[in-house]
């Protein structure tokens, strides 16, 4: 009886000492979510977080121009209220945001979005965010996405662009085409954004009347036409590599 009782005190002891030597679990505060600036959502901010409802990759890049890497994905809640079930999110080391990927409620032809490249696209700061939204019979669109004071936002175009698809959307950038038309979008230094639209000739069917309109980026989310910039040629034989937009994705040559 002795010895159990000694035992019990010994292994009391020993359990309080271990208690004792433990250090508490530093708290880890959660990170600030900062919703979309423009459209109201009550499942944003849950759906920004929720690791199994994110979409495709997650990719890596500086967005919020401190240098280091963040991390950007897609998420998606079909059972969402319209307007609320396609989100981009960007996690940075202080905090997370948000947007809406789509607010518009028109049924798009994608499956889903997809993210496409991190490029810089007005020289300055982070990064932007280029998201597959949108594709046609042979012309794809992209929405652009940029972290700004207010929170993350789509980047709008006050302006029309080029072409047959330039006024059916002011943020959404047409690219690709089939030989009955060409559309293109790139940077084209000193913070410029090049949109091109290559159309067939009616006197000429080898001959391609291509239309270049150049937007200016600035600190906002907004590019603004600049008219006395418009170029406008007639090119024989066109090859896509004539003009350095038509030759790649979206964005590709931004810094």
């Not at 997370?96 to 994608?110: G, K, N």
């Given at each position: 009886?002795?010895?159990?009782h000694?035992?019990?005190?010994?292994?009391i002891?020993?359990?309080?000492?271990?208690?004792?030597?433990?250090?508490?679990?530093?708290?880890v505060?959660p990170?600030?979510?900062?919703?979309d600036?423009?459209?109201?959502?009550?499942?944003?901010?849950?759906?920004a977080?929720?690791q199994?409802?994110q979409?495709?990759?997650?990719?890596?890049?500086d967005?919020?121009?401190?240098?280091a890497?963040?991390?950007v994905?897609?998420?998606?809640?079909?059972?969402g209220?319209?307007?609320?079930?396609g989100?981009?999110?960007?996690?940075?080391?202080?905090?997370?945001?948000?947007?809406?990927?789509?607010?518009?409620?028109?049924p798009?032809?994608?499956?889903?979005?997809?993210?496409?490249?991190?490029?810089?696209?007005?020289?300055?700061g982070?990064?932007?965010?280029?998201?597959?939204?949108?594709?046609?019979?042979?012309?794809e669109?992209?929405?652009?996405?940029?972290?700004t004071?207010?929170?993350?936002?789509?980047m709008g175009?006050d302006?029309?662009a080029?072409?047959?698809?330039?006024?059916?959307?002011?943020d959404?950038f047409?690219?690709?085409?089939?030989?009955?038309?060409?559309?293109?979008?790139d940077?084209?230094?000193d913070?410029?954004?090049v949109?091109?639209?290559a159309?067939?000739?009616r006197?000429?069917a080898r001959?391609y009347?291509?239309?270049?309109?150049?937007?200016?980026?600035?600190p906002?989310?907004?590019?603004?036409?600049k008219?006395?910039?418009?170029?406008?040629?007639t090119?024989?034989?066109?090859?896509?590599?004539d003009?350095p937009e038509?030759?790649g994705?979206?964005?590709?040559?931004?810094?």
């Amino acid at each position: 009886m002795v010895r159990k009782h000694a035992t019990r005190l010994i292994f009391i002891s020993l359990l309080l000492i271990a208690c004792e030597g433990a250090e508490e679990s530093p708290q880890v505060e959660p990170a600030e979510v900062v919703s979309d600036p423009h459209t109201a959502c009550p499942n944003g901010g849950e759906v920004a977080v929720d690791q199994s409802l994110q979409i495709g990759q997650v990719m890596e890049g500086d967005v919020d121009g401190d240098g280091a890497d963040d991390r950007v994905w897609l998420s998606a809640d079909p059972s969402g209220p319209p307007r609320c079930r396609g989100f981009l999110t960007v996690e940075t080391e202080e905090k997370t945001y948000w947007a809406v990927t789509d607010a518009s409620e028109m049924p798009s032809s994608l499956q889903e979005p997809l993210l496409s490249s991190l490029p810089n696209i007005d020289g300055e700061g982070g990064a932007e965010i280029v998201v597959n939204l949108e594709a046609g019979a042979s012309t794809e669109f992209v929405g652009v996405f940029k972290l700004t004071r207010a929170g993350l936002e789509r980047m709008g175009v006050d302006g029309r662009a080029p072409g047959p698809f330039g006024g059916e959307s002011r943020d959404l950038f047409a690219y690709g085409g089939s030989v009955g038309h060409l559309e293109a979008v790139d940077c084209a230094g000193d913070g410029l954004v090049v949109m091109s639209a290559a159309l067939p000739s009616r006197n000429d069917a080898r001959s391609y009347r291509v239309e270049r309109r150049f937007f200016e980026t600035g600190p906002t989310s907004g590019l603004s036409l600049k008219r006395e910039l418009t170029e406008r040629h007639t090119v024989r034989d066109l090859k896509v590599d004539d003009f350095p937009e038509f030759a790649g994705s979206p964005f590709l040559s931004c810094d």
